[in-house]
């Protein structure tokens, strides 16, 4: 089978199968497992597969064809330019996320050192971009998974970062050391009664890092007593909210806070909340 074949035998595949988005899928799966890019794919569109190009291809649609989400399957994902590991350890990063990382950059100094902790750091996608975004930042990825800790480490030492420390911890406890400078998390959020009627693909995400409690709210009120307790005078908390989750968990802020704000992602939704506590 030539690489042009396999492309459309991949997307006929998946839209048989009941697939959203097969053709982006279907270029996605075939660039990720050959590690092809545009270039090299128009140059190698007529060329034959190898054998263990099939078999990897096979087996890669194979679990796809499942309903294993497709950022597992390649095992690597794009978050704010870079690749970073993704597997059954942690959630896979969104784009939406993104919108966390634009608030904190926006709102703190680039050239001044500071101290900032991750909380459930998953992948480290927040926690190991702001390190990378600006070197002279210390910052600390904290999780309760071992496993999820694990894979950010991964991620740290395949991004070359030296300004960043991993804890095991829980974020509805005092943090291990005081004091910092910000706080970043995307928490989870998901009401418990809803988890169930999520899109089949989130039953491979771990339920830890979804089951946000009754009303989705039972984290952030834990981050509420840490913006409290473990942030500057001064400092900034920085939090990912749920669809329509924005102004409960901004009124959590409001009683310490010196203001507040909210930023919108590409699909118009408030989906991080900024508070800066009084100084």
Same mark, same amino acid.
């Given at each position: 089978?030539?690489?042009?074949?396999?492309?459309?035998?991949?997307?006929?595949?998946?839209?048989?199968?009941?697939?959203?988005?097969?053709?982006?899928?279907?270029?996605?799966?075939?660039?990720?497992?050959?590690?092809?890019?545009?270039?090299?794919?128009?140059?190698?569109?007529?060329?034959?597969?190898?054998?263990?190009?099939?078999?990897?291809?096979?087996?890669?649609?194979?679990?796809?064809?499942?309903?294993?989400?497709?950022?597992?399957?390649?095992?690597?994902?794009?978050?704010?330019?870079?690749?970073?590991?993704?597997?059954?350890?942690?959630?896979?990063?969104?784009?939406?996320?993104?919108?966390?990382?634009?608030?904190?950059?926006?709102?703190?100094?680039?050239?001044?050192?500071?101290?900032?902790?991750?909380?459930?750091?998953?992948?480290?996608?927040?926690?190991?971009? +702001? &390190?990378? *975004?600006?070197?002279?930042?210390?910052?600390?990825? %904290? =999780?309760?998974?071992? !496993?999820? /800790?694990?894979?950010?480490?991964?991620?740290?030492?395949?991004?070359?970062?030296?300004?960043?420390?991993?804890?095991?911890?829980?974020?509805?406890?005092?943090?291990?050391?005081?004091?910092?400078?910000?706080?970043?998390?995307?928490?989870?959020?998901?009401?418990?009664?809803?988890?169930?009627? +999520? &899109?089949? *693909?989130?039953?491979?995400?771990?339920?830890?890092? %979804? =089951?946000?409690?009754? !009303?989705? /709210?039972?984290?952030?009120?834990?981050?509420?007593?840490?913006?409290?307790?473990?942030?500057?005078?001064?400092?900034?908390?920085?939090?990912?909210?749920?669809?329509?989750?924005?102004?409960?968990?901004?009124?959590?802020?409001?009683?310490?806070?010196?203001?507040?704000?909210?930023?919108?992602?590409? &699909?118009?939704?408030?989906?991080?909340?900024?508070?800066?506590?009084?100084?």
């Amino acid at each position: 089978m030539r690489l042009h074949e396999a492309m459309r035998f991949l997307r006929m595949a998946l839209e048989s199968s009941g697939c959203g988005e097969a053709v982006a899928q279907s270029r996605q799966l075939l660039f990720g497992v050959l590690h092809l890019d545009g270039m090299k794919y128009l140059a190698r569109r007529d060329e034959y597969l190898t054998k263990d190009e099939q078999a990897a291809l096979d087996r890669a649609l194979a679990r796809r064809m499942k309903g294993e989400p497709l950022q597992y399957v390649l095992g690597e994902w794009p978050f704010y330019g870079r690749m970073f590991l993704c597997d059954k350890r942690a959630l896979i990063p969104r784009e939406d996320t993104e919108t966390v990382i634009h608030s904190v950059l926006a709102e703190l100094s680039a050239d001044r050192p500071l101290r900032g902790i991750d909380v459930g750091t998953g992948t480290g996608a927040i926690g190991l971009t +702001l &390190a990378a *975004e600006r070197p002279c930042w210390d910052v600390t990825c %904290l =999780d309760i998974s071992e !496993d999820a /800790l694990a894979l950010a480490k991964e991620n740290a030492e395949r991004l070359g970062l030296s300004n960043v420390h991993f804890v095991r911890g829980d974020m509805r406890e005092v943090f291990p050391e005081a004091s910092y400078d910000f706080i970043v998390s995307n928490p989870p959020y998901v009401r418990k009664d809803e988890i169930g009627d +999520l &899109a089949p *693909e989130l039953a491979y995400e771990p339920r830890l890092a %979804l =089951d946000g409690g009754t !009303d989705g /709210l039972d984290y952030y009120r834990a981050l509420s007593l840490r913006f409290a307790d473990s942030l500057m005078p001064g400092g900034l908390m920085t939090v990912e909210a749920g669809f329509g989750q924005a102004d409960s968990v901004s009124e959590m802020l409001a009683p310490l806070a010196d203001c507040i704000r909210t930023e919108k992602d590409m &699909a118009g939704i408030e989906r991080a909340v900024t508070a800066r506590r009084k100084g």
